[in-house]
């Protein structure tokens, strides 16, 4: 049995193998799971968490914050693996304000 909870600016990402499009922050991400059971993030038009360097290696339950060049927000938690397949959490922010 699977329980599901609606929360406001989230819903969920089934990835597969290659770029997935979150069109809320106008950027991609790519999950890698690759033969030694480790598991990756790369993204396109994102930052993660204040600049890491790529690959980012990832965890199911760890917090993933992508920011984009236009001030778009949005937080990432992997919540099950099975093989190259991700079910992701994907909550989305509004864009940051910046000072005048």
């Known amino acids: 049995m699977i329980n599901l909870i609606q929360r406001e600016n989230t819903g969920s990402l089934v990835a597969f193998r290659g770029w997935q499009s979150l069109k809320a922050v106008s950027g991609s991400v790519s999950f890698i799971h690759d033969s030694q059971g480790r598991l990756y993030l790369y993204t396109q038009n994102m ?30 938690v992997i919540k099950a693996v099975h093989g190259a397949s ?15």
């Not at 914050?65 to 001030?71: M, Y």
């Not at 991700?86 to 005048?100: G, I, K, S, W, Y």
């Open 47 to 76: 930052s993660v968490d204040g600049g890491h360097r790529e690959p980012i290696s990832i965890e199911p339950g760890m917090p993933i914050r992508l920011v984009t060049a236009d001030g778009a927000r949005a937080t990432l």
């Open 86 to 100: 991700f079910l992701v959490d994907v909550t989305h922010e509004a864009a940051a304000t910046l000072p005048q």
